[in-house]
């Protein structure tokens, strides 16, 4: 079905609300599920989403109505969440109130069993939502916080405290290097010297020089933690490629978007290529990414193989969402508990293996995310006391 534009002359508003309603009835057939994806994507090309926003309570209505048909027919399911991912990139904010819905599908076979609903305890919730934070380390040696609502300019770089520019087409004289660190809870945006944009995640650090030698190859480390590159073309800096040192891996890139996420406490280093073309090595491999592709290198065993993934999962963390797709709630409360600072605890280990599906912005609070789990049945209970969360 093609996408339908707001100035057809086919289009009904009265039509497109009663479509809302009937999929809110959970009466609303496959191909009205579409219609509804096309409209959405329609709207946003024609900036007129904002006449059709819905109340923030439909969504409980929504997430209901979407558990009963995916019951009935797992295929159902598969659909939906292709067809709403599908546009990902393409939808706003705003429509977040469906798009989140239709993504918010637990994959368990046993998660849709009718639960009694335990009252949950939160002795002292001093859980704070993560936000824009790091520390800059100096080629002399000073540490400057950086922070929302603070603002810093030193002789390289400046700092409105949610991003870190240093002075374009500076050229290097001496081999300093400047570190940014990440805590916990926070997030930052760096924008080296040579154009290179860096968006860094939680508990991250990078290393860096305060300029580049002009016609040598840019390198950089990431030391530990997740950050995503949009490299400046090696065609604007006399053909000098950049390179990117994550543990025993080299990422060699002439201009191009890729994501890295080498973690300390966790087994493999990811490498997900966006756009572009990057070359990885190590003392064993040599292998050549191409977009839509990820490589997983094995820290113990220094084996890195390559598959295909949807890369939005991997990078939607830049965009102020988290997107978990067939992930466990270990490897997704591992992420939580970067971004609000937490430790998660399992009364059950074998909860940590059961998988769920979701899509959830980074602004929402850790218990409405809690919330979500208990009501689609990923969780039965939860407890936190301080900054201790206890899922069973």
Not at 157 to 183: F, H, Q
């Amino acid at each position: 079905m093609g996408k339908q534009n707001l100035m057809d002359n086919n289009f009904n508003k009265q039509h497109f609300l009663k479509l809302i309603e009937k999929y809110l009835d959970g009466k609303a057939s496959l191909d009205e599920i579409e219609l509804l994806n096309n409209y959405c994507y329609s709207f946003q090309q024609d900036n007129a989403w904002d006449e059709f926003k819905t109340e923030s309570d439909y969504r409980d209505r929504m997430l209901e109505n979407i558990l009963k048909e995916i019951k009935e027919d797992e295929s159902h399911e598969s659909k939906i969440i292709r067809i709403f991912r599908s546009n990902l990139f393409k939808l706003s904010t705003a429509a977040a109130v469906l798009l989140i819905m239709f993504s918010t599908a637990v994959y368990n076979s046993n998660i849709f069993s009718k639960i009694q609903t335990p009252v949950n305890k939160v002795v002292f919730n001093d859980i704070k939502i993560g936000t824009d934070k790091a520390t800059l380390t100096t080629e002399d040696g000073s540490v400057i916080v950086l922070e929302k609502g603070k603002s810093f300019k030193g002789q390289n770089a400046a700092s409105n405290g949610e991003k870190l520019v240093y002075n374009s087409g500076g050229v290097k004289t001496t081999k300093a290097y400047n570190y940014l660190s990440i805590p916990r809870g926070g997030r930052f945006y760096l924008k080296l010297s040579d154009g290179t944009e860096v968006w860094l995640n939680s508990e991250s650090k990078i290393k860096y020089p305060i300029a580049f030698t002009e016609g040598e190859t840019r390198n950089v480390e990431l030391v530990y933690g997740e950050a995503y590159f949009e490299v400046s073309p090696s065609t604007a800096h006399k053909g000098s490629h950049f390179n990117v040192k994550v543990k025993d891996q080299n990422v060699e890139v002439l201009g191009t978007q890729f994501n890295v996420k080498a973690y300390e406490d966790e087994g493999n280093i990811f490498t997900t290529l966006v756009e572009g073309k990057v070359e990885l090595s190590n003392n064993k491999h040599v292998i050549e990414l191409h977009p839509n592709q990820q490589t997983v290198l094995n820290k113990s065993s220094n084996i890195m193989k390559t598959k295909s993934v949807d890369v939005y999962d991997d990078i939607a963390w830049k965009d102020g969402v988290f997107s978990f797709q067939r992930k466990s709630l270990k490897e997704i409360t591992l992420i939580l508990s970067r971004w609000y600072d937490i430790d998660v605890v399992f009364k059950n280990s074998t909860l940590q293996n059961k998988g769920f599906n979701g899509l959830f912005e980074k602004n929402q609070g850790i218990v409405e995310i809690l919330e979500t789990f208990k009501k689609l049945g990923a969780i039965s209970k939860y407890t936190i006391r301080e900054k201790t969360v206890v899922l069973e």
